[in-house]
């Protein structure tokens, strides 16, 4: 394994412990590297609206998350500055979902990631969503030590 992977995998593994909400919502990491994450979430019953489909919310809370976990992923404590989601099927209760979130670059303290929410195991796509990230100087690892460029 890379350095940069382990770095990853760490991050995300720290990140997780104190992550209420992806814990709650038993949100899974179902793979981690440098700049990319993978979560998956199971659409649960209070989690859909009066329409029986998944409230937005809930849809935006899983593509934010693996953003979330993929600009951090090179060790800056990073958080998002911008965020926009498009939705584009309809989930329902019993659905697991897998949010997708790929660094498209970084520039100084700042990123771009996006995100697709599919649905397992058909890959139907239900949202995509695209962030902004902002580094804020402090690291996500105690006593880690600045690596690489850009938000690193």
Known sequence: MSDAAEVARRCAE????????????????????????????????????GFGIAHGGYLFLLADSAFAYACNTHGAVTVAASA?????????????????AVERTRYGRSGVYDVTVRRVP???????????????????????????????
């Open 14 to 49: 720290t990140m997780y412990a104190r992550d209420r909400v992806a814990q709650e919502l038993q949100m899974r990491i179902a793979d981690i590297g440098p700049g990319r994450a993978r979560l998956r979430m199971t659409v649960g019953e209070a989690m859909v609206n």
């Open 122 to 152: 058909d890959g139907q796509v239900i949202a995509e969503f695209r962030g902004g990230s902002r580094s804020r100087g402090e690291r996500v690892l105690d006593g880690d030590t600045e690596t690489g460029t850009g938000t690193g």
């Open 84 to 100: 926009d989601v498009v939705f584009v099927a309809p989930a329902r209760s019993g659905d697991v979902l897998e949010a997708t």
